[in-house]
């Protein structure tokens, strides 16, 4: 699912459009597989016929579809929602289920662009992306941005080219 061109200035092309790194949806998955099993063994232990199997029964079923929306569905589609987009005039950010709330920061009021990975970032090849602007805000922190050492070597050269142009005129 690629940014929508409506959203783009005329001369205005997209470098990246990213969602946060896959790494959010591991312990979802790790909660689905541990569901799954937990309510087969659950149901499969429960006498058929009887009040206290029935009762039994719908009470896994209520906890599994509570569980299974609160700790796997509302994750992914956090993970879903949340995209960073990078043009060549500004950097988006999306994010929200319900609420939706988004930021567009302008290359020319970015003042620096850094990044930080922990151990387990560097071996998964994300992190967290750092942009300094001149705004109310002053830092925005990008979390989980996949190959964020490439993304940002590309945000800081778009920053370069703006403020270069800026200068100019």
Known sequence: MGFSDKHLSDDEQVIYHLHTHVKALIVPVLVLLILA???GFG???LPDDELIGTVGRWAIVIV??????AWVIWPF???LT???TITSERLITRQGIITRTGRDIPHTVINDVAYEMQLTDRMLRCGTLVVSAASEQGQ???HDVPRVHQVQ???SELV???HDLDERT
């Open 37 to 39: 099993a937990g309510v």
């Open 43 to 45: 149901l499969g232990a």
């Open 64 to 69: 599994a579809v509570v569980a299974l929306g």
């Open 77 to 79: 589609l956090t993970w």
């Open 82 to 84: 949340t995209t960073y």
């Open 140 to 142: 925005v922190r990008l």
């Open 153 to 155: 070597l590309r945000l």
């Open 160 to 162: 370069r080219e703006a």
